[in-house]
């Protein structure tokens, strides 16, 4: 039987790959450079299928100029806002993503974000690697404890619950908004808020875990900041686009915010340089997933995804 044909657009896991060549004519772009629109569009005449990062984009306006031969988009993302999917769905495509897999390890770097950010990692860090450190005094490099503080959560999915546990190991009492609130075996004692604005009220330390659709495109805008108590830590692990960067600077300008965690911006790659003289922003460039084990997990749930598809069944993970 021929093997479907299938196109890898970034250098996947080495396991990933290896089954994909096993079960897939494949082509890999071991380049592992961006798939630019030009690429995507050739690639709908030559291949059924494509396995994707959320560093490729299928706008509409890419997704119209498609031939007809590509079936499946399968992501190896959970997020997918880099898809239009109405364009995709309205030409046939099938589209899926690699949720659950991908969740403890973005809770991890969520929390490191969280630690470093009120510990003052990144100038730590930087006086003692540079030979800096010559004194030490009671009054130094104090932050703010987690142990025991307010933590709201903004999206309880999959992450938001992993997040929460790794929380609970802090003794946190977690807060969060959801659009529904959770069933009590999910949210193992965090208190609902049914308003963003009612969950900033009590966020001395806010994560965000929600995806970046239109209605959550700059979801933290200068009156939310506002609304956090004086002294908060934000952290973002999801998208750069939940966050107003500009309102973000102000914030902790003002120190009304007193730091922040970014993993995601609204730039990317790069990251915004304004950010770049705050010691109170630790920063990292985008890998809340980038440990071995997920990325195989994630990998393995795409080459799932399309096995399912390829013999006639639905993706577990359609969207
Ligand atoms: C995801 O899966 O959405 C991560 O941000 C990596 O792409």
Redesign the pocket.
Known sequence: MTKPRLWITRRLSDATLARAAHDYDVVINHADTPGTAAELIAASAEFDAIIP??SEHFSADVVAQFADRLRIVAN????VDHCDLSALKARGIVVT??PDV?SDA?AELAMLLMLGAARHAVAGDRIVRTGAWDSWSPAFMVGKQVTGARLGIIGMGRVGRAFAAKARGFDMDVHYYNRTALPDDQALGATYHDSVESLLAVSDFLSLHCPATPDTTNLMDADRFALLPKGAVIVNTA?GALVDEDALIAALDSGHVAAAGLD?FQVEPGGNPAFAKYDNVFMLP?I??ATRKTRDA?GFRALDNLDAFFAGNTPQDTL
């Open positions: 990062c959320h190896h993302s959970v997020g993503n690699t991908l973005t998208r995601c985008h809340g997933s994630m």
